[in-house]
C-alpha cells in the first residue's frame, strides 16, 4: 500500500525527462522565412496575403524540409498537401528537392535514390469541391494509418492551399432551400465548423503542425478609395505619407472566413509583395515579399526572395 | 450518386438547375459517420475524393501526360520555357484590340499543326474567323491547304456562362469516353474571352456571381488534369487604382488561373509584347516581344 502510493507521489517522470522527451518527439520547425519565430507541433499557421504572393513557395520550402531526413537537415516525416486552388506544380517542387539534395550532397552518389524516397514522404491531393475537401477529411485518419504501416513514419504536417478556395461556393450555397428539413444542409458556417471538428479530431490522434494559406478573395475597394482621399490633402511629407502606406497595408487584408476557423488559427502571418526589387546572379530581377506578423502583432517582419533554389531571406 | 446496400451512407444527389451546373448535394453525411469506420473504406471505393498520390506518382504524370505545346511564336516559348503546358489554366490579359484573339487564333493554328491534336475552341464574341485561321495555317505549314488541320479546330459559341458550362459537361462526357483515338486527342482549350460571359453576373449584391465564376475556374483546371489539355483563357482590362489598368474580374479571380500572361501591343505598330503575370515555377516581370502576322 505505502509502496502504491509513494509511487503515485513520485510521478513518471521528471520535468527535465518529460521536456527532454518533447523537445525530441516534437521539435521545433524552422521555416526559413521566419527563422526568429519558430513554429511548433500543434500551432496552426495562417499564411495570409494577395495573389500572387509566394506563400505556396512557402509551403513548399517547408514540405521539403519535413521530408529531407534527419542528417540532411531535415525532419524525416509525411507532408501531407490537401491542394484546394488546384494549382500546384510537381515539377517546381521536384526541382527544388533536387536543389537542396545537391547543395546537400556533393560528392555522394546516392541522389537519385534519395530523391525517390523523399518524394515518396510528400503526400497529395486535390479536392475540385467542399463535398471531396470534408470526404478527404473524413478519410484522413484511415489514411494516415496506411501510411504508417507501408512506411513507418507518421505526419509532421498537414498543409491546405488555399483554406477559402469554396469560399463563394459556400456562401452562395447557403442561400438554397433545400426543403428537407431534417437533414442539415451544407452552408458556410456548416462546413467550416465541420472542417474545423475534423482537423481537430485528427491532430489528436495524429499530433502535426497546420499551415493553411488563404488568399485576400475582397478587393481592396476601401484601401483605394483612402489613397485618393489622402492625396487630395495636403501633408507634410515622410510621417503621413508612411501612415498612409500603413494604413493601406492594414485595409488590404479583411478577413471572410468564419469565426470558428478564425479562432482556430493559433499564428497569422500576412505576405505581399513589395515595390522593391533585388537583382540576383542573372540580371534577374527578383520582387522581394514582406512578412508581417498578424498574431501574435509582432513589430518586426521579414524580407524574402524566390530564387530557383527557394525562399531566401533578405537581411 | 451511390447509395450503398445498407444504408449507414446516404449520398442524395441533385443537380442544381438554378446554377446551371451539376451540384451534387450531400445530405446528412454526418449523422451517419459516427455508426462504422468500415464504410470509410467504401467511401475510397467510390470515389467520393480523388485518390491520394505520393510525390513521386504525381511527378511521373506531370512527366508522362502534361506535355509543353509549343505556341509557334520562339519569344513566347522562350519566355515560357517551352510554351503552354497540359494541365495547366493560362489567362491572357490584354487591353482591347491587343491582339489576344489573333494570338489565340494561332496557338489553334499552331496546335492543330505541330502537335497534331484537336483544338476547342469556345467563341463567345463572334471572334472566331475560319479565314484567319487558314490562312495561319498555310502561314505555318508552308502553302499546302490542309483539310484534315482545319477540321481539327472546332469552334462553339456560347454567349452566356450557363452554356459555356454545358458544352463543358459534354465535353468532358465525350472525351472521356473517347477514349485515345490516334492523333485526334484533344490537345487545346481556348476560351476567348472568358470575361464577357463572366463580367455580367458578377455585379449585383449577391454571392453567385463569384460562386458561378469560381466554378468555373474549377471546371476548367479539372478539365485540364484529367484529360491532359492546356487551356488558355483571355480577359480584358478595367480602370484600376490611378488611371492604370488592371486585369478584370476582381480579386478572387487572381488565384483561379495557373499561369497569367499580359499582352500588350505597340502603337501603330504590329509588334506585341507579352509578360509574365504569375507563373508556378517562373518569376514573374520577365518581357517578350514577338510579331503576330508578319
Known amino acids: 500500500m505505502t509502496m502504491e502510493v509513494r509511487g503515485w507521489i513520485d510521478g513518471d517522470e521528471s520535468g527535465r525527462e518529460m521536456l527532454s522527451r518533447l523537445l525530441t518527439e516534437r521539435p521545433y520547425l524552422h521555416i526559413p522565412p521566419f527563422q526568429k519565430f519558430p513554429l511548433r507541433v500543434g500551432n496552426v499557421v495562417e499564411l495570409v496575403g494577395p ?17 529531407l531526413p534527419k542528417h540532411y537537415g531535415g525532419l524525416g516525416h509525411l507532408v501531407l498537401f490537401i491542394d484546394l486552388d488546384c494549382r500546384f506544380d510537381i515539377l517546381r517542387l521536384s526541382q527544388m528537392l533536387r536543389n537542396r539534395i545537391f547543395q546537400a550532397n556533393k560528392n555522394q552518389s546516392n541522389d537519385e535514390e534519395l530523391f525517390v524516397e523523399c518524394m515518396r514522404r510528400f503526400l497529395y491531393i486535390r479536392c475540385y469541391d467542399t463535398l471531396e475537401f470534408l470526404a478527404t477529411l473524413k478519410t484522413l485518419h484511415y489514411q494516415l494509418q496506411k501510411e504508417r504501416q507501408a512506411q513507418g513514419i507518421g505526419v509532421n504536417f498537414l498543409m491546405i492551399d488555399s483554406i477559402g478556395a469554396f469560399h463563394w461556393v459556400d456562401r452562395a450555397s447557403t442561400s438554397l432551400h433545400l426543403g428537407v428539413d431534417n437533414r442539415k444542409g451544407l452552408s458556410l458556417q456548416n462546413v467550416s465548423v465541420t ?49 498612409v502606406t500603413n494604413k493601406v497595408h492594414q485595409l488590404m487584408y479583411r478577413e471572410y472566413m468564419p469565426s470558428i476557423w478564425q479562432s482556430f488559427v493559433t499564428l497569422r502571418i500576412l505576405i505581399q509583395a513589395s515595390d522593391d526589387h533585388i537583382s540576383t546572379e542573372n540580371n534577374h530581377n527578383k520582387s522581394v515579399y514582406l512578412s508581417e506578423w498578424l498574431m501574435p502583432p509582432l513589430s518586426f517582419g521579414d524580407s524574402f526572395i524566390v530564387k530557383d533554389a527557394g525562399v531566401f531571406c533578405v537581411s | 450518386m451511390a447509395e450503398s446496400e445498407n444504408g449507414a451512407i446516404e449520398i442524395t444527389g441533385g443537380s442544381v438547375r438554378h446554377f446551371g451546373l451539376q451540384f451534387p448535394i450531400f445530405l446528412c453525411f454526418q449523422r451517419h459517420f459516427h455508426r462504422t469506420r468500415a464504410h470509410l473504406r467504401e467511401i475510397e471505393r467510390d470515389r467520393q475524393h480523388q485518390p491520394w498520390l505520393n510525390g513521386l506518382q504525381l511527378l511521373e504524370d506531370a512527366q ?33 484590340s491587343s491582339g489576344k484573339t489573333q494570338l489565340c487564333l494561332r496557338v489553334a493554328a499552331n496546335v492543330a499543326i505541330q502537335h497534331k491534336g484537336r483544338v476547342i475552341f469556345l467563341d463567345t464574341g463572334n471572334s472566331f474567323s475560319p479565314r484567319r485561321i487558314e490562312h495561319f495555317v498555310r502561314q505555318i505549314s508552308g502553302s499546302v491547304f490542309n483539310e484534315k488541320v482545319m477540321s481539327n479546330i472546332l469552334c462553339h459559341s456560347t454567349f452566356d456562362i450557363f452554356s459555356m458550362f454545358d458544352v463543358l459537361h459534354q465535353l468532358e462526357n465525350s472525351l472521356k469516353s473517347q477514349g485515345h483515338k490516334g492523333d485526334c486527342k484533344a490537345r487545346t482549350l481556348i476560351v476567348d474571352s472568358i470575361s464577357s460571359l463572366i463580367t455580367p453576373i458578377l455585379g449585383g449584391s449577391g454571392p453567385q456571381g463569384h460562386a458561378l465564376m469560381t466554378s468555373a475556374g474549377f471546371l476548367l483546371k479539372k478539365l485540364a488534369h484529367e484529360l491532359n489539355i492546356a487551356v488558355l483563357v483571355t480577359n480584358h482590362m478595367v480602370a484600376g487604382e490611378g488611371g492604370n ?21 505597340d502603337q501603330g505598330n504590329k509588334t506585341c509584347s507579352i509578360s509574365i503575370l504569375k507563373h508556378p515555377s517562373l518569376a514573374s516581370g520577365e518581357v517578350a516581344r514577338f510579331v503576330i502576322d508578319d
Open chain 2, 245 to 265: 489598368l488592371k486585369p478584370a474580374l476582381g480579386e478572387s479571380w487572381k488565384s483561379i488561373p495557373h499561369v497569367r500572361l499580359l499582352l500588350s501591343r
Open chain 2, 64 to 96: 508522362q501526360n502534361k506535355h509543353v505545346l509549343s505556341t509557334g511564336f520562339k519569344g513566347i516559348d522562350k519566355l515560357l520555357e517551352g510554351g503552354l503546358r497540359e494541365g495547366q489554366l493560362t489567362e491572357l490579359v490584354g487591353p482591347s
Open chain 1, 51 to 67: 495573389s500572387p504572393c509566394a506563400k505556396t513557395h512557402i509551403l513548399m520550402q517547408a514540405a521539403i524540409d519535413c521530408i
Open chain 1, 195 to 243: 472542417v474545423v471538428q475534423e482537423i481537430k479530431k485528427l491532430v489528436l490522434v495524429h499530433p502535426m503542425l497546420v499551415i493553411a494559406a488563404k488568399a485576400t478573395i475582397l478587393g481592396n475597394r476601401y484601401a483605394a478609395n483612402e489613397v485618393k482621399w489622402n492625396l487630395k490633402r495636403p501633408f507634410s511629407p515622410d510621417s503621413a505619407a508612411s501612415s
